[in-house]
């Protein structure tokens, strides 16, 4: 980490400078701001706009390591060590710290036993409806699910598919319950451009969201970011660890401090006596058995400049230096208001369109149902805020009926965002050639593309249709001392989630050999690597984003849909020989995507001819 300390600390005590101001950890190797080829060739190729879309967690390899660690070990209910965590370690004595630690887990309950889910059958919709109601964080998005609807005929209702136990589910679900933070930095990126933000309330459904593990995710990054070390600057403390505390002006802060927000702890920090003087600083807080006490010690300035750069810590401090109770309550109030935002913190919930999947995440206690392309049988109309397809978005037969359920179930200004992988890509590539190829199910599915994408986005009544290019890694991290490698945690992953256990459990070597052949993008400088700690395998994959306009399907387009549309029917009105695109650029960039079935792009024949139509007499003629 970069940081400049030189007076940063008289800076923060005259309060010429923020938390919010305070330097941030310095971006290293992966910050990427190149498109990979395949993107590039779409944009420069046949002009469309796609962007990069830039990870909202970038850095050096040994961060991204830190930050996937302590996921894994929130999501496993192990305790945390992100940096506040650590800090509370080191300053308060264990039998103190102990008492922090469940403020540092998240908690899942199951919402099934395996033994219940191996006998569910009749009566299982009156099951889901009691326990799926007692689950206290699912109360808010409990309005959006109609309750007239017999789960149970849903559950049977749907589709088999390769993540079924006959198929390779169960590998799958094994895999999940271990490495839930592996694909961690992209889904962070879906979810930042979902517009679900941790202070922000909102509903939002994860169509494909198998056991529930983007949920999960969701629900550590929270943990992780709600644990709020408040920074208050003193001009002395008198306080000791033995002292009796219940009427102190200090502990009724603490108390009502913990009555606004559960979890806060509390830095108190006495400005240095001058140059080259030590920090003054005591760590308290608050648990089920009273106030904790740390004792006196020095702070270094680069570790207090270090914690300012975090997102759940908060400087209090201001000029002139806050002594009083009632000054520093209001510093805390006015920061828990800004923070906290309106409403409930944001919900997911998950589903999925394989009945495995459905089992799993009640395992896990999320409640899941419904058909990808029959959201309103279950979710009332207008009642989410986002819906995201990620992971599993070419297993979706129907598409586009799946996007126009989308539509109904999305609030007026909803957003949709839509997730796959390029099949001319590297990870297309990986798919068809090795995947489908190893797995015990096979992968024969066609990946869905940008052109395919927008047109069904636009024909289902979207509008602020954006197209983007997203980094999308596998990130694999073992702690120290560990019993695995990460190497072996990767493996074991991969050939699990993917079901080549068989082809290549004593070909490890070889398959490390494909992933370093094909997951690669020397262009951009990324590339696989495989440490004992630590495991990264880049992913690049197209994301498109959407909004449910507040007119209705006949909304007017602006002017960024307006040159989209133009472009994109440019692409399928003329003849390939006649685009401009496709003549002056080499046959590999443009004409990957003109299939022998007449389909562009993905787009098939009658799609094609809807789009003409829609373009012909739909909102887009009053707009050319």
Known sequence: ???????????????????????SPAHGELTRTALSVEAGRLRDGLGLPVRLLPMPREGTREALREYTLSLNQIIAGEVSHP????????????????????????????????????????????????????????????????QDRDVSEVWRSLEAGDFDVSGRGRDYTAGMQY???????????????????????????????????????LEATRKMREKRLLVLPVTHTRLDPGERVETSPLEILLRRVLETVEGVLVLLVTPPAGDGAAI??????????????????????????????????????????????????????DHLTASAGPGHPPLMISNDIS????????????????????????????????????????????????????????RPGGRIVVHDFLDEGQVGRWFHEIVDRNSRTGHDFPHLGPVQL??????????????????????????EPSPSTARHVAFTYLLGMYGMTESFGGRLDRFEELIREILSYPEIGNEPSFG??????????????????????????GEGDVALVRRLTELLRDEPESLPAVRQAPPEVSLAWLASDGSRWGVTPDTRRQWLSWVSYGPFAGSR
């Open 355 to 410: 009945s495995h999947m459905f089992l799993s995440a009640g395992l896990w206690g999320f409640p899941t149902r419904e058909d990808a392309r029959l959201l309103p049988r279950t979710f009332h109309e207008s009642s989410l805020d986002g819906v995201l397809f990620a992971y599993g978005t070419h297993h979706v037969t129907g598409l586009d009926q799946a996007v126009r359920a989308s539509l109904d179930v999305l």
């Open 454 to 479: 927008a047109v069904s986005l636009y024909l289902a009544g979207f509008r602020d249709v954006e197209l983007y290019e997203m980094e999308d890694p596998f990130v694999f991290s073992v702690p």
């Open 532 to 557: 004992d700690d630590l495991v990264y395998v880049p992913r690049r994959a197209v994301v498109v984003s959407a909004r449910r306009p507040e007119d209705g399907p006949w909304a007017p387009l």
């Open 280 to 333: 003054g600083a005591r760590l308290l807080g608050m648990h089920t058995s009273g106030v904790a006490v740390g004792d006196p010690f020095e702070l270094p300035e680069r570790e207090l400049a270090a914690l300012l750069a975090e997102r759940s810590v908060a400087w209090l401090g201001g000029h002139p230096v806050a002594t009083g109770l009632a000054a520093i309550l209001r510093r805390v109030a």
């Open 1 to 23: 980490m970069s940081i400049s300390t030189p007076h940063l600390i008289d800076a923060l005590f005259d309060g010429s400078k923020t938390a919010e101001e305070s330097p």
């Open 179 to 217: 490495f839930q933070a592996a694909r961690a930095f992209g889904i962070e990126c879906l979810l930042e451009l979902l517009g679900l933000h941790a202070n922000r309330g909102g509903i939002y459904l994860d169509v494909l969201g198998g056991d529930g593990y983007i949920t999960r995710i």
């Open 83 to 146: 940096r506040v965590w650590s800090f509370v370690q080191h300053h308060l004595p264990a039998e103190r710290a102990a008492g922090f630690e469940p403020l540092f887990k998240a908690q899942f309950h199951s919402l099934w036993t395996p033994e219940e889910l191996r006998e569910v059958g009749e009566g299982l919709h009156e099951q889901w409806r009691r326990r799926a109601g007692r689950q206290a964080r699912w109360s808010p998005a409990w309005r959006t699910i109609r």
